[in-house]
């Protein structure tokens, strides 16, 4: 079993829709949990940290369960500029490296 | 922010050869540097965790003797890939962590695309 899974995707939707991303991951040891996007031949950039009591970030909302041990990533109104491959990211403690899933490819449609 | 320079950005070269890869942390000092491999369509996959001052621990299945790290400062680290093959073309990035910020603090070079002919 991989440690982080994602959605296989890809998502095609049209301009204004609303997309979800969801994400599973293995260790219940993990502490820190991100959503990166990487967009392609670049490197993958932090798009937002992910909490407990939920956070969200303008049309951007991340969702965690711990004890699902579940990751979510909301858009709203998806943007032509927000097609990419949408990362699930989490961290076991402070100086490990980050583990990535394989992502998720959002391509929005004009 | 932090910014990590990582160079070169994309390089061709003949199979056999060497390529040397190289992170520069600007503003911070990284003790410690991962660095990934992606092929495409996969994920990034982590080789080796670097520290400064000390041999670099790999993962299981990366070949220590064809990609050799050093981290002989804290603002340097470098990844070298000898003796090339086809196979090892791939994409190869670089984070490194801020020694003064948790949590949000993984800085990452703009990658290597690495193509062998």
């Known amino acids: 079993r991989k440690e982080v899974e994602q959605d296989p995707g890809p998502f095609n939707v049209p301009e204004g829709a609303t997309v979800a991303f969801n994400c599973t991951y293995s260790?219940?040891?993990?502490?820190?949990f991100f959503w990166y996007r990487q967009d392609c031949r670049k490197e993958p950039k932090l798009l937002m940290s992910?909490?407990?009591s939920g956070n969200e970030d303008g049309r951007f909302t991340a969702q965690l369960n711990r004890a699902s041990q579940y990751i979510s990533l909301l858009i709203r109104d998806s943007k032509l500029s927000d097609s990419a491959t949408y990362l699930c990211?989490?961290?076991?403690?402070?100086?490990?490296?980050?583990?990535f899933g394989k992502g998720t490819r959002l391509s929005v449609i004009a | 922010g932090a910014v990590v320079s990582q160079h070169p950005s994309w390089v061709i070269c003949k199979s056999g050869t060497s390529v040397k890869i190289e992170c520069r942390s600007l503003?911070?000092?990284?003790?410690?540097m991962f660095w990934y491999r992606q092929f495409p369509k996969q994920s990034l996959m982590l080789m080796a965790t670097?520290?400064?001052?000390?041999?670099?621990?790999?993962e299981q299945g990366v070949e220590k003797d064809k990609f050799l790290i050093n981290h002989a400062s804290l603002t340097l680290s470098t990844l070298t890939v000898t003796s090339a093959h086809p196979e090892d073309s791939s994409f190869y990035i670089c984070s490194a962590r801020d020694r003064g910020v948790y949590l949000d603090g993984y800085t990452f070079g703009s990658g290597t695309r690495l193509t062998v002919v």
């Open positions: 503003d911070f000092q990284a003790t410690t």
């Open positions: 992910v909490y407990s």
């Open positions: 670097s520290n400064e001052g000390s041999k670099a621990t790999y």
């Open positions: 260790n219940s040891a993990s502490q820190s």
């Open positions: 990211v989490v961290s076991y403690s402070g100086n490990t490296p980050l583990v």
